[in-house]
């Protein structure tokens, strides 16, 4: 039994004893194969060397139907004869070469006590970092509620802060940008140069939403990594951000921007979660593993709320336009508030998004079918294919905006 400094296991070794964080919270049993995702999960765990059972042993070369067949799993609770359902499976595998395997599950350890029912107030109230503000942003907020708030006073607000402004740029000069203002006429030949430009093409209102949500960003920074692969996480905000900016595009919204945001700060509550209750996070995740139920629906069983509801407390707290709070708060039960649209096209960008696109926040299958919900967003299986290459055409180049 062979003891190995980290750096030196590879893929395909197999555990002789379990392998530990070194809080205690984590373990990998003996006896599992290492996987390269388990490899970066006891690197973020800080793991300094295993016991192995094959310190040779090569990595397993990757079945032709292995990719398929996880796809295949991640629909298995979804009716399988739905038209909507039939098109997102062709599509997840049509690119299944493209999607990554679900990320391994850490298996929480005794010591890690689920408590019954948390609190979501005191979730929030006890994180320092999430009750104070970046200054940018309470000026942007202030700039928003007044109405006589000028373009020069929200291009000095945004402005203060260089890297808010590097990021609001690049993106309002990128490729998606460039062709959603082409086709509503509003983009000039020319990069977007300044912020006073960028309001004037955008609109005070929807540059001002689009800073508040990138302003919030840099406070998520030091989750850790047992949980969440965070590049990972942003990815896939950022792909229900493009979706969701698409499907109201395509109802004609005059102000699709805040779809975009809301979709980046659509599952911030598990960030939460992960960053405040890492031990209960894990048991989460692994008991929705264990179980093949979905994260969100074992989340309400174990905490009595489910990830929705603290982002949109924390929006709330925040005091981020409403129709944004709600919007994250019900994306996982758009029909239960008073203004199901932009719910429902969170909802559904969600779906589009987690069974065809790469990126996640935890959970590892297709989220759940509500026929209701898809006629909000009044789209068609056979539009999907093209809303889908659209937005993977965009994915890369926004998602390295946020990095
Ligand atoms: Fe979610
Ligand atoms: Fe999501």
Redesign the pocket.
């Known amino acids: 039994m062979p003891t190995l400094p980290l750096s030196k296991a590879r893929a395909g070794m197999v555990l002789a004893a379990d392998a530990e964080s070194l809080d205690g919270n984590y373990r990998l049993e003996a006896g599992l194969e290492l996987s390269d995702g388990h490899l970066r999960l006891l690197r973020g765990w800080h793991v300094a060397a295993i016991d192995v059972k094959n310190d040779d042993a090569s990595p397993p070369a990757p079945s032709r139907d292995a990719p398929e067949a996880a796809i295949l799993e991640r629909f298995a609770h979804l009716p399988a004869d739905e038209p909507v359902v039939a098109a997102l499976r062709r599509l997840a595998l049509d690119r299944a070469a493209t999607l990554p395997p679900p990320p391994p599950c850490p298996i929480p350890s005794a010591k890690a006590a689920t408590p019954a029912a948390l609190a979501p107030e005191r979730i929030l109230a006890n994180d320092p970092v999430l009750v104070s503000l970046p200054e940018v942003f309470m000026r942007i907020r202030e700039v928003l509620s007044d109405p006589d708030s000028t373009v020069e006073e929200a291009a000095a607000v945004i402005g203060k802060d260089p890297s808010l402004t590097a990021k609001l740029l690049k993106l309002v000069n990128s490729a998606f940008y460039a062709r959603t203002m082409r086709v509503s006429g509003g983009l000039p030949p020319g990069a977007v140069d300044s912020l006073s430009r960028a309001v004037m093409l955008l609109g005070l209102n929807q540059l001002s939403t689009l800073a508040m949500g990138v302003s919030v960003l840099p406070l998520f920074k030091d989750i850790p990594p047992e949980c969440i692969d965070m590049r990972q996480f942003w990815r896939?905000s950022v792909a229900?951000g493009l979706v969701a900016k698409l499907l109201a595009s395509r109802l004609g919204d005059p102000s699709p921007e805040r779809f975009f945001v809301a979709g980046l700060l659509?599952?911030i509550g598990r960030l939460v979660l992960y960053k405040q209750q890492p031990a209960a996070s894990a048991a989460a995740l692994a008991r929705a593993a264990a179980t093949g139920r979905l994260l969100v629906d074992v989340e309400r069983e174990m905490f009595g709320f489910d990830h929705g509801k603290l982002g949109g407390m924390l929006l709330r707290k925040w005091r981020f336009p409403e129709s944004l709070e709600q919007a994250v708060w019900r994306h996982h039960d758009p029909l239960g508030g008073e203004v199901p649209l932009e719910p429902a096209l969170i909802c559904v960008a969600?779906m589009i998004?987690?069974a065809t696109l790469s990126g996640g926040?935890g959970?590892r299958l297709t989220?759940r079918f509500l026929p209701e919900v898809w006629r909000i967003a009044a789209i068609s299986p056979g539009e999907l294919p093209e809303l889908v290459v659209m937005a993977e055409s965009h994915l890369d180049v926004v998602c390295a905006m946020f990095a």
């Open positions: 896939h229900v659509h599952d969600d998004a987690g926040s959970e989220p």
